[in-house]
């Protein structure tokens, strides 16, 4: 049973470009988030995709956005890339089916770690 | 904004149990209490989560305090391959807007194991 799956494992991007980063939920779920975890930190929420629309969003520029596939795999788009943007881009995924997603444990992919320079 | 509040690293030996602590003072009725872990350079791991109860798992055992302040995560017997950051998270199901509930990390306790 394959797990999140994320691409690519690294990328190394210079300011200003744009970047896509890719995620495959785990077989069964549906529900994607995303966070973004800088070194010695932990991860910090920026959004969750649920039935193709984004449901919730953290405290993120609109630089950074996202779309979810009807198979349920998503992307990650950040514009116009700072330097601060540099960390470990990592996704999650969970199934609202059951318990209506209500503490549905998270499943998270080994993440992407992008260094922007 | 984290809800919880752990220690910044701990240390434990191999095949000894570890206690790991956990503070929420603000906690809510309704805040399910769960912990994650993050090995080396993998993403976080669900590891288990209560509301009241002490609740056992093949990873681990979580015991709540009776006023629901603080937690505590049990491994009965710590390996090498426990050593990771664990995460003490709140996590509110009624917030929950379709699909699931975000989670909201702190730094966590790194976890070291001696052998």
């Known amino acids: 049973d394959a797990g999140v799956t994320q691409s690519p494992t690294h990328l190394i991007k210079t300011r200003g470009q744009q970047v896509t980063l890719r995620c495959s939920p785990k077989s069964g779920h549906d529900t994607v988030s995303w966070y973004q975890q800088a070194l010695g930190q932990g991860p910090q929420f920026i959004f969750q995709y649920y039935e193709e629309e984004e449901r919730q969003r953290g405290n993120f520029p609109d630089r950074f956005s996202g779309h979810q596939f009807p198979n349920y795999s998503s992307e990650l788009n950040v514009n116009a890339l700072l330097l601060g943007d540099s960390a470990l881009y990592l996704c999650?995924?969970?199934?609202?089916?059951?318990?209506?997603?209500?503490?549905?444990?998270?499943?998270f992919g080994n993440g992407t770690r992008l260094t922007v320079t | 904004d984290a809800k919880t509040t752990q220690p910044n690293s701990m240390e434990s030996n191999e095949e000894e149990p570890v206690h790991l602590p956990c503070n929420h003072s603000?906690?809510?009725?309704?805040?399910?209490i769960h912990w994650y872990r993050q090995l080396p350079s993998q993403g976080p791991e669900y590891v288990i989560h209560g509301l009241t109860s002490n609740v056992n798992n093949r990873m681990a055992s979580l015991a709540i305090a009776e006023d629901r302040k603080s937690s505590t995560l049990i491994l009965h017997r710590a390996t090498l391959r426990d050593a990771a950051v664990y995460y003490c998270i709140l996590r509110d199901p009624l917030l929950t807007q379709g699909g699931s509930e975000k989670l909201v990390f702190g730094k966590g306790t790194k976890l070291t194991v001696n052998p």
């Open positions: 999650a995924s969970s199934s609202s089916i059951g318990t209506g997603g209500l503490n549905s444990p998270l499943h």
């Open positions: 603000t906690i809510s009725g309704t805040d399910y």
